[in-house]
């Protein structure tokens, strides 16, 4: 195990086999789906484990819930209720998670006391705390490390003032992207890096009884936010995928309009986040608004605006969140859409399979091929694979 006390050095390989997003810790989730439904065998399941734990788990600072430890143990977690000699395994992983969050914790507290901006890799769901605290939902519940982050959560939910200016606690001095520039830094909106991702965690753990100080609290300043910034068109209502900043002061955001339905950063995602909140909450009026703005999502002509069949930005995304949001719904026109949506996950990828990466769950096969497995049943996922989206 490498940690912060005792570095090993990966080679690039390594690095790669253990990442959830692309590497084989994803395929392996595909094949280990495959082989509690029947259409896979675990001896295939098997081997794409070894191939992501062949080298040593990183369970350095760096790691989260889509890198290193925290990915491993999310895979194998997934496989050790069959397969009870991945228990031994499991439970050491746990450890190592718990401990780095520990380690996690104690850094954000520092940035907190400095007075800060957050960062993505600090918070956000794919390598920060909340991606950690996601898996620790799932198997440490009643942890005293999963109420801290809990704590630390409502935190970022607490407004900060900076040059005369109120920003919300999540705003990071960084730019969303690298070619994307937000002078000042930005508030983000997504299931990845912003306020979906954690007003979706909060919901999570509210709906299963994990629940601390000022957690309600800071569910309504979420939801709240939402509200301010949501925008209408005729193809229902969205909200941007950012603020910067400028947008911040003149309280207008500079996106015309709606970005192509996504998980990530699209309505679809957004609209999960609040409809989880809602039903955390007993929120009836938001739960009907968010599922009316989840189906006006899924119309064609919204459909048609997405180029490729991943999970993160693709059908493969939306497939999965509106059939998660879907069994929650009162509103049946998510329902209705599903077939048509599955029909489109399949053309999607067959049209362009060239294009996706062969391996990895966010953009490449796996993903695409765990929505199917989905889509292609009545009942939800055996392992439980798109806890890791947050869609829950």
């Given at each position: 195990m490498n940690s912060d006390i005792d570095l090993v050095m990966l080679t690039a390989d390594e690095a790669t086999s253990q990442s959830l997003?692309?590497?084989?810790?994803?395929?392996?989730?595909?094949?280990?789906?495959?082989?509690?439904?029947?259409?896979?065998?675990?001896?295939?399941?098997?081997s794409h484990i070894r191939l992501a734990t062949a080298g040593p788990v990183d369970a350095a600072g760096h790691a989260g819930l889509y890198y290193g430890a925290p990915a491993i143990a999310f895979m194998l977690h997934t496989a050790a209720d069959r397969h009870p000699h991945y228990r031994a395994a499991c439970e050491a992983l746990d450890e190592h998670v718990l401990s780095l969050a520990r380690r996690r914790l104690a850094t954000a507290t520092g940035r907190i006391e400095r007075g800060e901006p957050t960062?993505?890799?600090?918070?956000?769901?794919?390598?920060?705390?909340?991606?950690?605290?996601?898996l620790l939902l799932r198997r440490c519940p009643g942890s005293d490390v999963l109420a801290e982050i809990l704590r630390y959560v409502v935190t970022l939910t607490e407004p900060r003032r900076q040059e005369g200016i109120e920003l919300p606690g999540w705003w990071v001095g960084h730019d969303p992207d690298e070619i994307l520039s937000t002078p000042g830094g930005h508030a983000n909106f997504g299931m990845a890096h912003g306020a979906a991702g954690l007003l979706a965690f909060l919901a999570l753990a509210t709906s299963q009884g994990c629940v601390v100080?000022?957690?309600?609290?800071?569910?309504?300043?979420?939801?709240?936010?939402?509200?301010?910034?949501?925008?209408?068109?005729?193809?229902?209502?969205?909200?941007?995928?950012?603020?910067?900043?400028?947008?911040?002061?003149?309280?207008?955001?500079?996106?015309?309009?709606?970005?192509?339905?996504?998980?990530?950063?699209?309505?679809?995602?957004?609209?999960?986040?609040?409809?989880?909140?809602?039903?955390?909450?007993?929120?009836?009026?938001?739960?009907?608004?968010?599922?009316?703005?989840?189906?006006?999502?899924?119309?064609?002509?919204?459909?048609?605006?997405?180029?490729?069949?991943?999970?993160?930005?693709?059908?493969?995304?939306?497939?999965?969140?509106?059939?998660?949001?879907?069994?929650?719904?009162?509103?049946?026109?998510?329902?209705?859409?599903?077939?048509?949506?599955?029909?489109?996950?399949?053309?999607?990828?067959?049209?362009?399979?060239?294009?996706?990466?062969?391996?990895?769950?966010?953009?490449?096969?796996?993903?695409?091929?765990?929505?199917?497995?989905?889509?292609?049943?009545?009942?939800?996922?055996?392992?439980?694979?798109?806890?890791?989206?947050?869609?829950?």
């Open positions: 997003a692309r590497g084989a810790a994803g395929t392996a989730l595909l094949h280990i789906e495959r082989a509690w439904t029947g259409s896979g065998s675990w001896e295939t399941a098997r960062t993505f890799a600090e918070f956000d769901l794919f390598y920060g705390l909340t991606g950690i605290g996601a100080d000022g957690q309600n609290e800071a569910i309504v300043v979420l939801t709240d936010w939402f509200d301010r910034w949501q925008q209408d068109s005729a193809d229902g209502p969205w909200w941007p995928q950012w603020i910067t900043r400028e947008e911040l002061r003149t309280g207008h955001p500079a996106q015309r309009g709606p970005g192509r339905p996504s998980w990530c950063y699209g309505t679809v995602g957004i609209a999960r986040a609040q409809q989880l909140a809602a039903i955390a909450t007993g929120d009836e009026r938001r739960q009907e608004a968010a599922e009316k703005a989840l189906a006006a999502s899924l119309t064609e002509t919204q459909l048609n605006r997405i180029t490729e069949p991943g999970l993160c930005h693709g059908t493969a995304g939306v497939y999965q969140t509106a059939y998660r949001a879907a069994r929650d719904a009162w509103n049946p026109a998510i329902s209705r859409n599903l077939a048509a949506l599955a029909t489109r996950l399949t053309r999607h990828a067959r049209l362009l399979g060239d294009q996706v990466e062969e391996g990895g769950l966010l953009t490449g096969s796996a993903g695409v091929g765990l929505a199917w497995e989905t889509a292609c049943r009545t009942e939800p996922p055996h392992t439980g694979w798109d806890a890791c989206l947050l869609i829950a």
